[in-house]
């Protein structure tokens, strides 16, 4: 199947930082990618939706301007995590899709923990 | 709109035996059903999926779903469940209108007792 990376795995930041999450489709063009966000022994809450060249379309409850998602290209997109408070410590993951697929393709997560 | 429920956050079962975990749907179009596998502090792997066509479904590491239409279901099965199944289990709806976008249930915690 197709191959989507995310990094960092881990990452550990001060309350008030600022922090960015990366996901790649190595090797398929992704028109659009979904950052969810899992808390402990929950399901995966979608967070927002990313079209390439486009802005996000954020859920209900999403703050936007807290958590700022940017879709460069087809291969890249980015969550980044402003002024992060220990509430927002969290499993974030990303998925990808081509156009062509069915199913989306998820990268390996990002832990957040803020202290 | 969509919604899955899934019975049972945790199941336990001895190595050897079957492993079946339950998932129910709800749709108002034609769904896309997956179920997905996440081992700890990792990303989802899809196991298999349902679209169209044949109605049971073979996936991954010796899994298989059936989906019922009458039912409302996509329960997943293994004859006979390994140590290394133990993780957690997500089924999924999307629908062929907005494949990307797909609805998770809570998710099933699979405990394989030696």
């Known amino acids: 199947g197709a191959v989507v990376s995310q990094h960092p795995s881990r990452v550990i930041c001060k309350s008030g930082t600022s922090v960015k999450i990366e996901c790649r489709s190595l090797d398929f063009q992704a028109t659009t990618m979904f950052w969810y966000r899992q808390f402990p022994k929950q399901s995966l809450m979608l967070m927002a939706t990313s079209n390439e060249g486009s802005k996000a379309t954020y859920e209900q409850g999403v703050e936007k301007d807290k958590f700022l998602i940017n879709h460069a290209s087809l291969t890249l997109s980015t969550l980044t995590v402003t002024s992060a408070h220990p509430e927002d410590s969290s499993f974030y993951i990303c998925?990808?899709?081509?156009?062509?697929?069915?199913?989306?393709?998820f990268g390996q997560g990002t832990r957040l923990t803020v202290v | 709109a969509q919604s899955v429920t899934q019975l049972g956050s945790h199941v336990s079962v001895s190595e050897g035996a079957l492993v079946l975990l339950r998932c129910n749907y709800s749709s108002s179009v034609p769904p896309y059903l997956f179920w997905y596998v996440q081992y700890p502090n990792q990303g989802l792997q899809l196991l298999l999926k349902?679209?169209?066509?044949?109605?049971l479904v073979k996936g991954i590491n010796g899994f298989e779903a059936e989906f019922k239409k009458s039912e409302t279901s996509f329960h997943l099965t293994k004859p006979s469940a390994h140590m290394s199944d133990a993780a957690e289990y997500f089924c999924a709806v999307g629908f062929s209108g907005g494949y990307q976008k797909v609805t998770f249930g809570t998710g099933t915690k699979l405990q394989v007792i030696p």
């Open positions: 998925s990808a899709h081509g156009q062509m697929n069915t199913e989306a393709f």
């Open positions: 349902y679209t169209t066509g044949a109605t």
